[in-house]
């Protein structure tokens, strides 16, 4: 999966990473992919639930280092 975006929500706090989230998410069309790193695990937890309660998109995840990025498609 490779993005087309990035949003960079480390060191944002909550709820303001959700809303840049939500923002960068309705934004995207179909098919296209955005990466998003977070360095707080919670957040990536939510954002995930979020994503896959979403009726159209997908979400995978990769661990490098500290970092959780997140390759958020819209079907």
């Excluded at 960068?24 to 979020?50: G, T």
Aim: with cysteine; proline share 3%.
């Amino acid at each position: 999966m490779s993005a087309c975006a990035e949003l960079d929500l480390s060191g944002i706090v909550w709820p303001i990473c959700l809303l840049e989230f939500k923002r960068a998410f309705n934004r995207l069309k179909s098919k296209e992919i955005i990466e998003v790193l977070v360095q707080d695990p919670e957040v990536a937890e939510h954002l995930i639930v979020i994503v896959e309660q979403s009726e159209n998109g997908r979400i995978k995840r990769r661990k490098k280092g500290e970092t959780d990025h997140l390759f958020i498609q819209k079907d």
